[in-house]
């Protein structure tokens, strides 16, 4: 066995290994939303790739050089050879970090999420930005869009300084990203999603500009499973509002069905915009979700 | 049925009621948990299961477990009972009966009488209110007050404790006696008798309450020595006559040991049947003093045990000691031909040796230091009924006389004529005699003519006539009078008719004079009496069954042992009405005894109940559905 000085560790998000695992893995968009700029993505029109996509009627005008002639010699009518064309797509990582997310330790394994997806993102030459909502005025933490595995590193720094706070619904950073960002792709939300403002709203604003919905819930034991007993009044962690729970541990039956009904409807709202839904607990191991869970789920291959 | 309450002014406590719902409102103690956010919890809320009225209420049960409880603890410190038959009474004396019937068990291993009366007892004390009073009386051959009427509980049962069944014969008379004096002092209307119903009719006394008689349900079969008595045969010889009786219905096989001086001597087998006495002897002769101990060994299951033994002292026979005055010359010449007599003073002779004689006949009250058991004072008043009678010159003659007193069984005394009679003085009755504990056994025109005293060891009879100066010794009843004395003389000092020595006082024994004697009684207790200036060691209780010890000075270990001998004891019935003078009561089962039955202690229990409930049902795991 070759014993050698063991390689400095490159995030404190996710070990070396981890990450050289995911750096061969990319992201499995199902919609195929891409920019007109050139990347790593066959476009649904016309291109001008290698790879052979349909035909269509000659018109005026078009260049003759993609005239099928084989196809003339036998039809005596000019078709031409429609090409994909291969262009980039936008992976945006939008980060819930408000103050609901510091229970259970929600935000660091939504920056581990982000940091992995970021990374697969990167080594497959797609245009990466992550957006991080931790105040309470609404204004994202922002990392530019950028390709290239050379942003790697400046990648992992933003995501370990991302941190939590702030009261500002998710709708309102949605918004807020939305409002900065150009480009079509796909959009990765780390969030607990528990918000009382109007989700579809904003679902339906990600869907129409162009981004794909990867809705990912992250949700402490706590959440999942709560242990409340007998009288107790519930602080909300964001707005201080308070609300009194007579006989909690009799209520929790009921708890359970609204929470599994509101999965339910986040993954309704995300489907329903041919996106995606996933709800993980964060007492599940990383490599467990990074590695199993989003493979089988389809959302890396 | 309506329930009462025994501190119905704990009722203020209800107000605690607002306090707790004004506490339960203001939640002031509601733990504060932070979650990261309300949504889910707002919609559990909204939900209409828990919205309905189900809902609502399980929302709120703590609120209606802590007011259940409230409610469960005031109505228990108010004490509720159901009302039973004590409810009304304020005051009530519970005479017990402690004979020895009282110790009959049901069955083999079972209870006896007296521990089911204790039981009824002691829930009666378990269920006294606050202002109501027992008095305890126990009563065997005589009645003794346990307590005071009070209404501690502690008292009560430590006195309900301490009781045990007397190996003796009850005497319901002399219990209601002191629950009469009771009465003097404390007032009450009613009183309780718990007995087994085995127990002479009290038919003399007046009851002046009303009385709940309460008997006892019935004891298993039972087989008893009933009798035991000897009698002379002959010059040595003495014949035991022991009658076994049973309760049983069916007939009951026993076998009868003898034992002299604790060594068996005879035995015999017999069958008992119910309603008729079997009687067995034993024939033997006596040349020394000897006790003799029978004692019955039952075939089947025998109900009570104490009447399974009896014992006898017999003494060999010899002559009667007569100790006549010389001036009783009348006397000294009847007694001079009865066989078997044995006349003091003799020609030139002196007396029996220490003084002791069977009889004295006597004109002089100073003769009255002898030692005799029996007494007969010729033409003399004592000294105590001077003031009530004297000796007159007056002549009178006999017009009344006890005819079944021992005395003068058989003597004539109609045309008795007396010179000088006796004379009662102005305004004295019959209860001054009474009082002064003479009997009047016969009664001349002006006054008694013979009476009699009695104490614990000794039988006195004053003649208040000389016989010289009367025609009594011209007729057939003045011999026979005399014989009558011998013969109690000689029944007294055991020559010629012996019985058993029962319970309740130990036949009177002769020891030093002014000596202090131990007592051990079969159980083991001890204790010291002490003799009188006669030497007689008198009224010693023996309530139990078995040999006396006694020890002391000139006792050399003594024992005297008693039996039962007893024949209603030994029959077990139980009367079911008891006959008063002027009424008469009926017999009530203990089972319908209707007692005030306090429900406090369950409403506390059901109390902590509701607690463990509240408590389990708050600090349990969260239950609902799996995750």
């Known amino acids: 066995m070759e014993i050698g000085p063991s390689k400095p560790r490159l ?86 970090a408000s103050s609901s997310m510091l229970f259970g330790e929600k935000l660091t394994r939504a920056k581990q999420v982000a940091a992995a997806l970021g990374v697969m993102g990167l080594f497959n030459t797609e245009r990466v930005s992550v957006y991080a909502f931790n105040n309470d005025e609404g204004q994202p933490q922002m990392l530019k869009p950028g390709t290239g595995r050379g942003r790697m590193r400046e990648l992992l720094r933003f995501l370990e300084g991302v941190e939590g706070g702030g009261a500002a619904p998710l709708e309102t950073g949605i918004e807020a990203a939305l409002r900065r960002h150009r480009g079509r792709g796909v959009v990765v939300l780390l969030s607990d999603f528990l918000t009382f403002g109007d989700l579809p709203r904003s679902f339906n604003l990600l869907y129409s500009s162009g981004l ?24 909300d962690a964001e707005t201080q509002a308070m609300l009194d729970i007579t006989s909690a541990g009799n209520l929790l039956g009921i ?15 995300c489907t329903q915009r041919g996106g995606r839904f996933l709800s993980i607990s964060t007492a599940d191991p990383i490599n467990f979700v990074l590695l199993d869970l989003l493979r089988r789920k389809g959302w890396v291959r | 049925m309506i329930p009462g309450f025994h501190a119905l002014s704990s009722a203020w406590l209800f107000f605690l009621f607002i306090p707790v719902v004004l506490f339960y409102f203001l939640k002031l103690k509601r733990p504060r948990q932070e979650v990261p956010s309300l949504l889910l919890w707002r919609q559990v809320l909204q939900d209409q299961r828990v919205n309905s009225p189900f809902q609502r209420f399980k929302r709120n049960i703590l609120l209606i477990l802590q007011l259940l409880l409230l409610l469960l603890l005031v109505l228990a410190a108010m004490q509720p009972y159901w009302r039973g038959q004590a409810s009304t009474i304020r005051r009530l004396p519970i005479l017990i009966d402690t004979s020895a019937s009282m110790a009959a068990l049901d069955k083999a291993g079972g209870k006896s009488r007296l521990e089911v009366a204790r039981e009824q007892v002691a829930l009666m004390i378990d269920n006294l209110a606050s202002d109501q009073e027992l008095g305890l009386i126990a009563f065997g051959r005589t009645g003794r007050k346990l307590t005071d009427f009070t209404s501690n509980k502690r008292i009560l049962r430590d006195a309900l404790e301490t009781l045990s069944v007397q190996d003796v014969p009850s005497d319901v008379e002399d219990g209601l006696r002191i629950a009469q004096a009771l009465a003097r002092s404390t007032p009450f209307d009613q009183a309780m008798l718990l007995s087994d119903g085995n127990f002479p009719m009290p038919e003399r006394f007046d009851l002046p309450f009303k009385l709940d008689y309460r008997k006892l349900p019935g004891a298993g079969p039972n087989v008893g020595i009933t009798a035991l008595v000897a009698q002379r045969t002959g010059q040595e010889g003495w ?120 009889l004295v006949i006597t004109n002089k009250l100073a003769d009255a230091s002898m030692t005799s058991p029996v007494f007969a004072f010729l033409g003399v008043v ?113 020559l010629a008719e012996t019985q058993g020595q029962t319970t309740g006082v130990l036949p009177p024994q002769h020891f030093l004079a002014e000596s202090n004697y131990t007592i051990q009684s079969p159980d083991g207790q001890t204790w010291t009496e002490k003799s009188d200036a006669r030497g007689m060691l008198a009224g010693v209780a023996a309530n139990r069954v078995g040999r006396y010890k006694i020890s ?76």
């Not at chain 2, 003494?315 to 006397?331: D, G, I, Q, T």
């Open chain 1, 212 to 235: 794909e919905i990867f809705g990912l819930q992250l949700l402490s034991p706590a959440e999942i499973d709560p242990e409340l007993t007998g009288d107790v009044r519930l602080i």
């Open chain 1, 11 to 96: 995030t404190t998000l996710l070990d070396n290994d981890i990450l050289s695992r995911v750096e061969q893995l990319s992201i499995n968009a199902s919609q195929r939303f891409t920019s007109r700029g050139r990347g790593e993505h066959l476009s649904r029109k016309g291109g001008s790739s290698n790879e052979f996509a349909d035909y269509r009627d000659y018109a005026e005008g078009d260049d003759v050089r993609f005239v099928d002639w084989n196809v003339f010699s036998r039809h005596r009518r000019p078709y031409l050879k429609l090409y994909r064309h291969e262009e980039e797509m936008s992976v945006v990582l939008l980060i819930d």
């Open chain 1, 255 to 269: 708890y359970h069905e609204y929470r599994r009904a509101f999965q339910t409807r986040l993954d309704t709202f």
């Open chain 2, 552 to 627: 002391g000075s000139g006792a050399a270990d003594k024992s005297v042992g008693v039996g039962l001998l007893n024949t209603s004891e030994t029959s077990l019935t139980g009367a079911e009405q008891i006959r008063f003078a002027e009424a008469s009561v009926k017999a009530e089962s203990t089972a319908t005894l209707k007692i005030d039955r306090s429900y406090w202690p369950w409403l506390a229990a059901l109390a902590l109940t509701v607690l463990l409930v509240e408590w389990w049902y708050y600090q349990r795991r969260p239950g609902g559905y799996a995750a």
């Open chain 2, 239 to 358: 014949a035991l006559f022991v009658s076994v009786e049973t309760s049983s219905e069916s007939p009951a096989g026993a076998a009868v040991e003898l034992l002299r001086d604790g060594k068996p001597v005879q035995t015999a087998d017999l069958t008992v049947t119910r309603g008729k006495a079997e009687r067995l002897s034993f024939k033997f002769t006596l040349d020394k003093p000897a006790s003799f101990e029978v004692r019955l060994k039952p075939d089947g299951f025998d109900s009570l045990a104490a009447d399974n033994v009896a014992f006898i002292d017999l003494a060999p026979a010899r002559s009667v000691f007569v100790y006549a005055a010389p001036e009783c010359l009348a006397a000294r010449a009847a007694l001079a031909v009865q066989p078997g007599v044995r006349l003091f003073p003799e020609e030139g002779k002196a007396g029996p040796g220490d003084s002791r004689y069977d």
């Open chain 2, 382 to 494: 004592p000294e105590d009924l001077k003031p009530l009678v004297r000796l007159s010159k007056t002549p009178t003659s006999a017009i009344d006389w006890t005819r079944t007193a021992p005395l003068v069984a058989h003597v004539e005394l109609t045309d008795l004529l007396v010179v000088n009679g006796s004379e009662v003085g102005q305004g004295v009755r019959d209860n001054d005699f009474e009082n002064l504990s003479y009997e009047a056994l016969a009664y001349g025109q002006h006054g008694p003519l013979i009476l009699q005293k009695r104490d614990a060891t000794r039988s006195a009879y004053f003649i208040l006539f000389a016989p010289e100066e009367s025609t009594f010794p011209y007729r057939v009843g003045f011999p026979v009078m005399l014989a009558n004395l011998v013969q109690q003389a000689m029944q007294q000092a055991g």
